[in-house]
Nanobody
Framework: QVRLVESGGGSVQAGGSLRLSCKYFGYNANNNYMGWFRQAPGKEREGVAVIYTAVGTTYYADSVKGRFTISRDSAKNTLYLQMNSLEPEDTATYYC????????????????????WGQGTQVTVSS
C-alpha cells in the first residue's frame, strides 16, 4: 500500500523560507515522476515542481523557478521542496504526488495524471 506523508508546512512572512518533506512508504520511486503540487482556495490544483527519479530531471512552474528546489533522498525515501523568497501568492495547501500516467515529460506538472497523493500540508505566507 502506497502512502505519502507530507510535513514542514507553516506560516512565514514574505521573503522567508520553508522546506517541505514527503516521506513515502510502499512505493518504488526509482523510475517515475514524483512532485509537489499546490491548491489555493477557489483554485485548481497546480503543479509546482516535479522530478523524474530515474535521471533526476526536474520541472518547475514558471511562478517558482529560481525560488523553489525539488530534491529526493532515496536512502530516506523522502522527497523535499525547498522554498525560498516566499510570496503571499505561494499560500496554499501543498501536496506530494507520485507516479504519473502521462507518457511525455511535458505532462509532468499535470496534477490529474498522478496516481498517489499525500494528505497535504498548509503553507501560509503573510505580507
Amino acid at each position: 500500500q502506497v502512502r505519502l506523508v507530507e510535513s514542514g508546512g507553516g506560516s512565514v512572512q514574505a521573503g522567508g523560507s520553508l522546506r517541505l518533506s514527503c516521506k513515502y512508504f510502499g512505493y518504488n520511486a526509482n523510475n517515475n515522476y514524483m512532485g509537489w503540487f499546490r491548491q489555493a482556495p477557489g483554485k485548481e490544483r497546480e503543479g509546482v515542481a516535479v522530478i523524474y527519479t530515474a535521471v533526476g530531471t526536474t520541472y518547475y512552474a514558471d511562478s517558482v523557478k529560481g525560488r523553489f528546489t525539488i530534491s529526493r533522498d532515496s536512502a530516506k525515501n523522502t522527497l523535499y521542496l525547498q522554498m525560498n523568497s516566499l510570496e503571499p501568492e505561494d499560500t496554499a495547501t501543498y501536496y506530494c504526488a507520485a507516479e504519473s500516467r502521462g507518457p511525455y515529460s511535458d505532462l509532468a506538472l499535470t496534477a490529474s495524471l498522478y496516481n498517489y497523493w499525500g494528505q497535504g500540508t498548509q503553507v501560509t505566507v503573510s505580507s
